[in-house]
């Protein structure tokens, strides 16, 4: 799988194929990042992946943070 299309591919993508374990604090750091929309590491991956690609993989670390019992 090339880019994932939904959260259950993220989710297999980021904690399988990557081996990340999804805990609060990653997701909170990530988090931090991708809701920054002008930080450098966003503005890449917005640029490479486009600005409907950025909000989904924001909106699917805040599920995968929403399933774990953090909430923002």
């Keep these: 799988m090339l880019i994932p299309e939904n959260y259950q591919q993220w989710r297999h993508c ?12 990653y997701l909170a750091e990530r988090l931090t990042v991708w809701r920054s929309a002008n930080c450098e590491e966003t503005l890449r991956f917005r640029r490479r992946y ?18 774990i019992g953090q909430h923002a």
């Design 14 to 25: 980021i904690t399988v194929e990557c081996g990340i374990t999804l805990t609060p604090a």
């Design 50 to 67: 486009g600005d409907n690609h950025w909000r989904s993989v924001l909106a699917w670390f805040e599920q995968a943070q929403k399933e």
